[in-house]
């Protein structure tokens, strides 16, 4: 079975570890919700990045809040390049699936938006 790569990002407006959470479970909710056949257990791993000027809280804690307690995750900074994104979460899970990679899903929320225009799904 061939593993896939889902991408994810949003933002927040402040640094604290409800947005940081919130934002995070709505990422993955809404990823989850845009790739029905997403099951935790076929899920290899998250990387989860954010940008310098988010410390408040890890990405991983709110997946686990979620019930994705047995999914192997990793947090890491984002490389600060000058002008880029503030206050942005990223996620990339690695899928075990055989869907073909064009019909995947991926999930850009709130100021994310601008970084893969290309890739944003309208809600139904």
């Known amino acids: 079975m061939p593993t896939r790569g889902i991408r994810g990002a949003t933002t927040v407006s402040i640094d604290t570890e409800k947005e940081v959470l919130d934002a995070t479970i ?12 997403l099951r935790t257990e076929d899920i ?11 410390v408040a809280a ?5 997946a686990r809040q979620i019930g994705w307690d047995l999914v192997p995750m990793l947090c890491a900074r984002e490389i600060p390049v000058p002008g880029s994104l503030p206050l942005c979460i990223r996620a990339l899970i690695q899928w075990n699936t055989d869907l073909a990679q064009k019909e995947i899903n991926h ?18």
């Open 26 to 37: 709505e990422m993955l909710e809404k990823i989850a919700a845009a790739n029905p056949s």
């Open 58 to 62: 890890y990405p991983a804690l709110a």
């Open 107 to 124: 999930i850009y929320l709130r100021g994310a938006k601008i970084l893969r225009p290309d890739l944003i799904v309208e809600e139904k």
């Open 44 to 54: 290899a791993n998250v990387l989860f990045t954010v940008t310098e000027d988010i």
